[in-house]
């Protein structure tokens, strides 16, 4: 489960070419699989925490503390039952297949190309580029909204293309990088604890009332797991656009943001490209106040293409490296 660096290489290298090629699934993807049962288990428990009705014959409506810690608990349990357990399986089925069929490398690579998402990634982007170069808004805004959390039907053009990059720029290093980072780090047991984590996250990690407490568990474990990968990314960014900017911008502007990862790759992405993102947010109809980050212009539907480029440029970066240390560490005489 565990291999050296060539057989990783070959994996990564492989696991990549699939997506470029093959795209998500259309049908059957096993996150979204994994998407439906964590909302099923949300839904059981959750509500039943707020409703104050999750211990048989005692309300808790009128004891927010203890309503609170509940809703905190039962996250945690639902956090270590979906991401522990299912890993767990995976790995003991991955391991039987292997020792049946006497391969290894290439299963894992599959497993790999089900949760990087590059050609999700791009192909969402273009989507939202397209009609907004077309002078459409109203389609882009509609395509925005397939990979946004926020309100979008009221942003300007300005404002899709500031979200699209946003978008662009986190999820390259959420669906693409950290995956790849930690598959090398640990493995498959690794790459699968980090794409649940990151799933239930994005369902879960929510400050609404109804999953600030029951999704804290969640958003924190991602934040940890994407910590360091987070800043490997930020270096990519900055050394394959305008580095001085990228690196002037992740200095003083990454501290600005809520999340410790995400504020990374935004900031050096944005000092790479040199565009203003940020600004205020509607989320659930209410409007967030966010700092502006970045510099230089306004971003306009062009700047998406090059943040496409950008994450394109730094899985190139990754892959080449990857390859070069198997080269290096393997020993061909033996």
């Not at 990564?12 to 099923?40: N, Q, S, T, W």
């Not at 309300?59 to 956090?79: E, N, T």
């Not at 192909?123 to 002078?135: F, G």
């Not at 509607?282 to 980050?293: A, D, L, N, S, V």
Request: charged letters at 15%.
């Amino acid at each position: 489960m565990f291999n050296d660096p060539l057989v990783t290489a070959y994996s990564v290298l492989l696991a990549v070419l699939l997506d470029i090629v093959l795209g998500e699934p259309k049908r059957c993807h096993p996150l979204v699989g994994f998407g439906y049962l964590a909302m099923f288990f949300e839904r059981c428990f959750n509500r039943q925490c707020i409703r104050g009705s999750f211990i048989k014959g005692h309300s808790i409506r009128d004891k927010p503390y203890l309503s609170k810690c509940l809703s905190f608990f039962v996250g945690f349990w639902g956090w270590l039952l979906l991401v522990i357990v299912p890993t767990l399986l995976l790995v003991i089925v991955v391991t039987l297949v292997e020792r049946v069929l006497s391969v290894s490398w290439w299963i894992e690579a599959i497993v790999l190309y089900f949760v990087i998402a590059y050609n999700s990634l791009r192909q969402h982007a273009l989507a939202i580029m397209e009609p907004l170069q077309q002078a459409n808004v109203v389609d882009a805004r509609t395509q925005l909204a397939k990979i946004v959390s926020r309100d979008t039907a009221e942003l300007e053009e300005n404002g899709v293309c500031k979200a699209a990059i946003e978008s662009v720029l986190e999820n390259g290093s959420d669906a693409i990088f950290a995956p790849i980072f930690w598959f090398l780090v640990g493995g498959l047991p690794a790459v699968l604890i980090y794409r649940f984590s990151n799933t239930l996250d994005a369902m879960w990690g929510y400050k609404t009332e109804r999953f600030l407490f029951f999704g804290r568990f969640a958003a924190r474990m991602d934040d940890v797991l994407n910590w360091f990968p987070s800043r490997l990314v930020g270096v990519s960014y900055a050394i394959l656009g305008k580095t001085t900017s990228a690196f002037d911008c992740w200095q003083q502007q990454a501290k600005l943001l809520k999340s410790p990862s995400a504020g990374v790759v935004m900031s050096s992405g944005a000092g790479s490209l040199q565009v203003r993102l940020g600004g205020d947010t509607i989320y659930h109809g209410e409007t967030i106040p966010k700092p502006e980050f970045g510099c230089g212009e306004e971003p306009v539907s062009h700047d998406i293409q090059r943040s496409l480029r950008l994450v394109g440029l730094t899985l190139l970066l990754w892959c080449t490296l990857i390859v070069i240390n198997a080269v290096v560490t393997t020993d061909w005489v033996s």
